[in-house]
């Protein structure tokens, strides 16, 4: 009876892949005929002097696909990943792209450009912020993807800064969750002698660190992945870094999600030379500046409310064009052709010295962070969740 059994499981087994043999080849059908409207699309793009890319539209093409799944097999992350991957493909074929971000690989911008874009794209580490604003605004790279705020610490300033004075427009936006990992070659916590790693991560596990490796020394670097790398070649150092960086380095994770903030994220722009139509769910970013007068940022900010427009962000800066004077920062809901942001912006312009919008872009939601997902690190692709 049991041989029988085994018979019958072995021939279930067999029709299932068959199944799954038949839906493969389907899938593939299916792929290449798309790939085909794909390039056709970038013919006729190409024909009416059209933007060949266009990220607002693929992020609103994932939320669509998002909402009409209704399969609990199929991950909104899972789903997302897959349809990354066919997008990157597709644009390859019309336009291939070329992105700048922070680097080295494997930091977590290398994450969020790959997030915002997938394989099939040509990527440029740059070693400063400005780098990657120069690069883009001479054309050399199609976009740039740079960090923008932490959760912990605030906005960075040289993003904030480059981001009034450039030429670029702020297209797509992320939140990664910073899960931190100590890794290195010793085999135990006990044989870590000294800890690499970027001041932001040092500030982030500190009260981990203090309560497990009371007096090892701190050496800054520039990124955790640098952390990782200069780690690489100390047996008795560790890293602040986040899985990848441990895979790639091939060292021995000692310590997961160590970071004393475990909510913490950091949030990260895309930029281009180009701006992003609407794509239904968006939000748009400012600068302004205000005189020096009572009542100034009242009446900056009056515009919105008359107009219903919501303000989910708003930061102060010390300006450096006018001594004794600050710049504004701020978040809007909906993009900035839409007729109430328009008419407000309009008014802002006769009110105030300086009003300057950085972008409209799809709106991500800094409640559910992209994690990176352990499963997938060993492949060394990038694997992602949403919280």
Known sequence: MGKLNSILNHD???????????????????????????????????????PLFDPGREEALLKK??????????????????YREIL????????????????????????????????????????????????VSRRQCNVGV????????????VTMDFLLDSNLHIVRECYIAMEYSLAGFPESLKEVKQIYGHPRSFNLCRKWIAENLPGVAFLECSSTSEAARLCSARQDSAALCN???A??????????????????????????????????DDKTSIVF?????????YDALEPFAKQGVNLVRIESRSSKLWPHSYLFFADLEGHEESQQIKESLQEMKKRLPLVKVLGSYPKAMSNRPIRINKETVRSETVGLDLA
């Open 12 to 50: 279930e087994l067999n029709r299932l892949r068959e199944e799954i043999d038949k839906i493969d080849r389907k899938i593939i059908t299916l792929l290449a005929r798309r790939m085909g409207f794909s390039c056709k699309i970038g013919e006729l793009k190409r024909s009416l002097n059209l």
């Open 65 to 82: 696909l998002v909402e009409l799944n209704d399969n609990s097999l199929l991950a909104p992350a899972m789903l997302r990943a897959i």
């Open 88 to 135: 990157a493909a597709s644009r390859h074929l019309q336009y291939p792209i070329k992105v700048a971000y922070l680097g080295p690989d494997w930091s977590y911008c290398y994450v969020a450009a790959f997030n915002f874009f997938g394989h099939q794209v040509d990527y440029l580490p740059c070693n400063s912020i400005a780098a990657v604003f120069d690069v």
């Open 146 to 157: 740079v960090p923008v705020e932490s959760s912990v610490e605030g906005s960075i300033g």
């Open 243 to 245: 899985l990848y960086a």
């Open 247 to 280: 895979h790639y380095y091939q060292l021995n994770v000692l310590a997961e999600n160590i970071s004393d903030y475990p909510d913490a994220y950091t949030r990260f722009f895309a930029l281009s030379l180009d701006k992003t139509p609407p794509s239904g």
């Open 289 to 297: 500046a205000t005189y020096d007068t009572p009542g100034a940022l």
